[in-house]
């Protein structure tokens, strides 16, 4: 393949070229078949080209292609804005805006939380991944690739310690740290909001501590801080629920969508409490594209096909058959470096891990390679590259699912 216009500074997991895909399988222009696990990383929660979504597009294309909505307003999408408010569970009113992508979505929930709390300081969590916009940078909580060679970014960011029983850190080293942030950094007024996510996708798929959660809901609330839920990958049924955050019992102030949002149309969002989003003056928020009909279209397709039925029956079906797995090869002892699972629900990562404990890397490298011979796409994760993480659709025929966890058992049972 010919790569030399295109940028090199982009990554690429998988050197092949993709022709088509339908559901969890997709083909590259050799013609050849494979399972998809990555699902455009996290995008196709319903998989490639859904017959409803694929309609509506169609039918959407015909009528109105584009009109930026601060323009002159259209229909799709005031009545997605509708359907999006009805579809989070929250018991506040919901309003919020159309942008064209998650790290777009974290953008505008900065200005909205400047613009309501008059400070600026934003509090995220190590090995979080929020954008690669400039300022979603400083909330990453990773250095390499992304805050390399760009020198100094908006501010100001604090970072501390995301608690879970994924990555061993408790509930009470998070308070310590965020105690010593408060004492030593920062001075807790200036604070305008955190920004976590319920469950981290590019951290490796790590549930956050339930208890922590309802703490920093708690700690807010004294404070006067906005809290802020990244639901890009985590929500649209990735968990087996509409959103990962219902499980930890508590309510965002706002809340940040994309990813599986329109069913592989470009499109995100920034909801929440309707007194944020009226925080800035008129023109404060709007774009050009965002909310496009196509792309709203596409979402309104997405909602319909994601009752709490649907979310139900996918997500534990999924969670089932790879947990199931998962421990019989932990019981095989199909692989050495084979680690803990890690995740909620159908968001599910298996860490690789040396007999020393140390991330097994280069063994998750040879994976990829080796599982993409064999016809089936991963996506790794985690601050050292160790984690597999599985995004396969939530509609996966259970056979094709199956037959993905035998090649996934195929190739852990060929590493060094």
């Not at 080293?173 to 305008?192: C, H, P, Q």
């Not at 995100?268 to 279209?297: E, F, H, M, W």
Request: hydrophobic letters at 45%.
């Amino acid at each position: 393949m010919n790569h030399d216009t295109i940028s090199q500074s982009i990554s690429i997991v998988h050197p092949i070229s993709l022709s088509h895909g339908k559901n969890a399988e997709v083909w590259d222009t050799t013609g050849k078949r494979y399972i998809d696990f990555v699902g455009g990383i996290g995008v196709l929660n319903l998989g490639h080209c859904h017959p409803g979504v694929v309609e509506a597009i169609r039918e959407q294309a015909t009528k109105l292609t584009h009109y930026a909505f601060n323009a002159a307003p259209h229909a799709p999408y005031i009545e997605l804005m509708e359907r999006l408010s009805a579809f989070i569970p929250v018991n506040y009113p919901v309003s919020g805006m159309l942008t064209n992508s998650g790290a777009e979505a974290a953008e505008n929930a900065l200005k909205i939380v400047r613009g309501a709390t008059g400070r600026t300081a934003v509090i995220a969590f190590d090995g979080a991944f929020h954008g690669r916009t400039l300022a979603t940078l400083n909330l990453n909580g990773k250095v390499a690739p992304y805050k390399q060679k760009v020198g100094v970014l908006p501010g100001p960011v604090y970072h501390l310690p995301y608690p879970s029983a994924d990555n061993g850190v408790t509930c009470a080293e998070a308070l310590k740290a965020m105690d010593r942030l408060f004492s030593v950094e920062i001075d807790v007024n200036d604070v305008a909001c955190f920004i976590i996510e319920p469950v981290q996708g590019e951290g490796g798929f790590l549930a956050l501590d339930i208890e922590f959660a309802q703490a920093l809901r708690r700690f807010c609330d004294a404070k006067g801080i906005l809290l802020i839920a990244d639901e890009i990958q985590s929500g649209f049924g990735r968990t087996g629920q509409r959103f990962a955050f219902s499980r930890l019992g508590i309510e965002p102030d706002l809340i940040l969508l994309g990813k599986s949002i329109a069913g592989g149309v470009p499109l995100g969002a920034v909801v929440g409490r309707k007194t944020l989003l009226d925080s800035l003056p008129k023109g404060g928020l709007g774009g050009t594209y965002s909310g496009n009909p196509i792309a709203c279209a596409g979402a309104l397709a997405t909602l319909d096909a994601m009752t709490d039925a649907h979310l139900k029956t996918w997500g534990s079906q999924q969670e089932e058959a790879i947990v199931s797995r998962y421990h019989t090869w932990r019981a095989q002892g199909v692989c050495a470096v084979l680690g803990r699972m890690t995740g909620v629900g159908a968001m599910r990562g298996i860490e690789l891990v040396n007999a020393d404990g140390t991330p097994a890397s280069q063994q998750l490298t040879q994976l990829l390679s080796l599982a993409r011979e064999a016809g089936l796409l991963l996506m790794p994760s985690g601050k050292s590259r160790h984690i597999i993480r599985l995004l396969a659709p939530l509609t996966i025929e259970p056979a094709v699912l199956e037959e993905g966890l035998d090649i996934l058992e195929a190739c852990l049972r060929q590493l060094a």
